[in-house]
């Protein structure tokens, strides 16, 4: 299947869906007077200039992780494995959104809870059906979400403190007890079908053009995360009318 014809079906999802939401009664715009509820509120503080969160494409190779969980609920501990030489580093969170067009706003920074440097061993492998999984690495860190936070996608860059390096992932805090108009599923598993580290995706690779297993416990290729996030992801995570953000992406982009 060519790229382009690969991407019709979404496409075709995505012009439905505006055109439903086109006949939509007018509903009341975002405000920061009177927020109407938790999104909105959260979108009203202060955001964090691009300059200083976001990381080109994946990264530096010298400092890379993932999450062990694609999502947590509030309350609960997210726990992080990181490969890097690097004797001291940083992990800083924050959660994307609006903003007032910064696309995100700093969370908290955490350390690792192991010795350093944690050079993680080579991730399993599978030729027979492409599978590359990193679930054999130790863990380098965790952070127990506040019962408070705010759900949405949440931005992990990693920060070398010798060199200034940075690498980069994402994971997902819910709020099971909600009851929204409104429930948004993330596109965890597309990012995920894409994501071709090691050189292997659902669409290219090994054994036969691509692969037939991937697997969440590994590295991502940033920039295919990043382009899956932007069109279809933050035009609603933002928190404003679902119909003007479907197609302005790019508002939330640095």
């Known amino acids: 299947m060519t790229p382009a014809r690969r991407y019709l079906p979404a496409l075709a999802t995505l012009l439905l869906a505006f055109l439903v939401l086109s006949f939509l009664p007018p509903v009341a715009q975002a405000t920061c007077t009177a927020p109407k509820n938790p999104i909105e509120a959260e979108n009203c503080l202060p955001g964090t200039p691009a300059s200083q969160w976001y990381v080109q494409a994946a990264g530096s190779p010298n400092i890379q992780g993932f999450a062990t969980d694609a999502s947590v609920n509030l309350g609960q501990t997210i726990f992080f494995k990181i490969s890097t030489s690097a004797v001291s580093y940083r992990i800083d969170i924050y959660r994307l959104g609006f903003y007032q067009g910064n696309g995100a706003r700093f969370v908290t920074s955490i350390s690792p809870s192991v010795p350093l440097p944690q050079i993680q061993p080579s991730c399993l492998s599978d030729s027979s059906t492409g599978l590359i999984d ?62 071709d580290y090691g050189g292997n995706s659902l669409y290219a690779g090994n054994p036969v053009g691509r ?44």
């Open 211 to 254: 692969a037939y297993k991937v697997s969440y416990n590994r590295l991502g290729n940033h920039m295919n995360d990043f382009f899956h996030l932007r069109i279809w992801d933050v035009s609603i995570s933002g928190g404003e009318r679902v119909r003007r953000h479907l197609l302005l992406w790019r508002r939330y982009g640095p």
């Open 134 to 195: 990193c679930g054999n690495w130790g863990i380098s860190a965790s952070w127990t979400v506040p019962s408070t936070a705010t759900s949405g996608i949440y931005f992990v860059r990693l920060v070398r403190l010798d060199t200034g390096e940075v690498g980069a992932r994402m994971f997902l805090v819910r709020n099971d007890s909600s009851h929204s108009d409104i429930l948004y599923q993330a596109s965890d598993t597309t990012w995920q079908a894409y994501n």
